[in-house]
């Protein structure tokens, strides 16, 4: 079955980085893009960007452009998202999600969800 | 980027009676070419990830219930509980893929049990 399974909790101080992990199993990892998507404490949902597992190239929403990177190793079937320059206000629950097209054509919608990183930031 | 716009904020409906979230986009997420609707609704219980229900507007992903349907065409959308249930207490969210990157989605709308 699809799993997602991504890295524990982690607190930050203001201006320090944090990588979280999710890795992937119970599908061909290089075949469907992997988006990142964080939700604020009791708010709604963003958008981060995404990676095609096979070829690397990434997309990055405006919001993060300059302070995120998003990586993948095929070796281990798991993708990384690494935020820096960390303020209070990306205190936020971190999710990693499947995209539900295939490699050669995403959707942009996601059908498989990882359990969520909680990242803290606080001085 | 395209703004999504959910109500109400929140609704409390008894058991068994229908509710209906609605879902508006500020420019139309139809895709003549191929006749679709750019359109997904999740559902994310407490302490949960989101949970796909229904893409494309109204096509319901395997396993959904049949009370969950989703319906709406170019800016406005609707998704309805035909008959709610107590483990469909949860916060819905619409977004649209239309215009991506970037998605994005609606605020939300939390459904209770009244």
């Known amino acids: 079955q699809v799993q997602l399974v991504q890295s524990g909790a982690e607190v930050r101080k203001p201006g320090a980085s944090v990588k979280v992990s999710c890795k992937a199993s119970g599908y061909t990892f290089t075949g469907y893009y992997v988006h990142w998507v964080r939700q604020a404490p009791g708010q709604g949902l963003q958008w981060m960007g995404h990676?095609?597992?096979?070829?690397?190239?990434?997309t990055y929403a405006q919001d993060f452009q300059g302070r995120v990177t998003i990586t993948r190793d095929t070796s281990t079937n798991t993708a990384y998202m690494e935020l820096n320059n960390l303020r209070s206000d990306d205190t936020a629950v971190y999710f990693c999600a499947r995209d539900k097209g295939w490699v050669t054509a995403d959707f942009f919608f996601f059908d498989f969800w990882g359990q969520g990183t909680l990242v803290t930031v606080s001085s | 980027d395209i703004v999504m716009t959910q109500s109400p904020d929140s609704l409390a409906v008894s058991l068994g009676e229908r509710a209906t979230i609605n879902c508006k986009s500020s420019q139309s997420v139809f895709y003549s070419s191929n006749n679709k609707n750019y359109l997904a609704w999740y559902q994310q219980k407490r302490g949960q990830p989101p949970k796909l229900l229904i893409s494309?507007?109204?096509t319901r992903e395997s396993g959904v219930p049949d009370r969950f349907s989703g319906s709406g065409s170019g800016t406005d959308f609707t998704l309805t509980i035909s008959s709610l249930q107590a483990e469909d207490v949860a916060v819905y969210y619409c977004?649209?893929?239309?215009?991506?990157?970037?998605?994005?989605f609606g605020g939300g709308t939390k459904v209770e049990i009244k």
């Open positions: 977004q649209q893929y239309y215009s991506s990157p970037p998605v994005t």
């Open positions: 990676i095609n597992p096979n070829s690397g190239d990434t």
């Open positions: 494309w507007a109204s």
